[in-house]
């Protein structure tokens, strides 16, 4: 009986051929199409020499991240929430201040990479926020959408309204905009100030979001816009969320330790709702500030599903995953 020729990755000659395709396709940079007229091949065959190189161990991809970022980290970030993409920063100054700002540039930059014209990108309101209005700059020509109302804070000069329109008109886009508070007293002005036409247009185009950028806050004074305003407002709510179990907010939705969201507050919110954060295919959080107020926070909102990428810093990470 005939012996079966054998396949050419297991010889020394297309071994020797492999690695000249994988030479000139992985170095070089020439295309498939371009190794095959050179070799006397068809690109199926070149696609096949390139999978023999890699089995004969003849192929070592190493991929390394800026200094700036710590890969391992991310990675860890990643594997343990199952995030798509998770970026984990060494800012220069390392203050809550030094990590917000670079957090928010890197984030704005991403947006600059990734942020298409169809694209409808709801943004939050606050500190981080109003760094990434003031950095991001490339002509996107997309659709911005506020996510939600605001209170005046002394530390964001800008309102939510703001916020959005100087980052639209800063990158050649439209903006969606609404003027109303983030909670109000009772669930009915709420649905007033829903219902208002104005309010109503922006607010539909919640269901019409690609991505969605937010800053992950923790239930804590000072910690919370959606805390603070209400804390003045109904004091009695507050201990009421707590003690539901509250530990992380995002544009006045809120998160148990368990990732699930925690309700009695929805009813009162002025803007975007978890269901719709959930329907959203990009949601990108800034996780930032203090790792020990932050860290428990931050690992609610991960667990809860609705990011999908998550970019913070290094002592935060190393909080987080170590959580039990």
């Not at 939050?124 to 996510?147: D, T």
């Not at 916020?163 to 109303?180: C, D, I, M, N």
């Not at 599903?305 to 002592?315: K, P």
Request: aromatic fraction near 4%; include cysteine; proline fraction near 4%.
């Amino acid at each position: 009986m005939a012996k079966a020729p054998a396949r050419a990755g297991t010889t020394d000659s297309g071994l020797a051929l492999a690695a000249v395709a994988a030479q000139r396709f992985h170095v070089e940079g020439r295309t498939k199409v371009d190794i095959a007229r050179e070799l006397g091949v068809s690109r199926f065959k070149v696609a096949r020499l390139l999978e023999d190189a890699r089995a004969a161990g003849l192929v070592h991809i190493r991929v390394t991240v800026p200094s700036s970022l710590d890969a391992e980290l991310a990675e860890g970030l990643r594997a343990r929430f199952g995030v798509r993409a998770a970026y984990v920063l060494l800012p220069e100054e390392d203050t809550v201040l030094g990590q917000r700002r670079t957090i928010a540039r890197f984030t704005a930059g991403l947006l600059e990479e990734v942020v298409v014209p169809e694209d409808v990108v709801g943004l939050a309101w606050g500190r981080a926020i109003s760094v990434l209005a003031a950095a991001v700059r490339s002509p996107l020509r997309c659709r911005f959408v506020q996510l939600s109302g605001a209170l005046p804070r002394p530390d964001v000069e800008d309102s939510a309204v703001d916020l959005v329109r100087r980052t639209a008109e800063a990158t050649a886009s439209t903006a969606a905009t609404f003027y109303a508070p983030l909670a109000v007293p009772d669930a009915a002005a709420a649905e007033g100030l829903r219902a208002q036409s104005g309010i109503a247009e922006a607010l539909a185009e919640h269901e019409r979001m690609t991505r969605a950028v937010v800053s992950i806050g923790a239930w804590l004074p000072g910690e919370s816009t959606a805390l603070d305003s209400l804390q003045a407002m109904d004091p009695a709510l507050v201990r009421e969320l707590t003690a539901a179990g509250a530990v992380a907010e995002i544009t006045g939705v809120l998160f148990g330790a368990d990732g699930r969201e925690v309700p009695g507050l929805a009813d009162r919110v002025v803007g975007v709702t978890g269901e719709q954060l959930r329907r959203t295919p990009e949601v990108l959080a800034m996780a930032t500030g203090d790792a020990g107020v932050r860290a428990e926070a931050t690992a609610a909102v991960l667990r809860s599903g609705v990011v999908s990428t998550v970019v913070t810093h290094a002592s935060l990470a190393r909080a987080v995953l170590a959580l039990p």
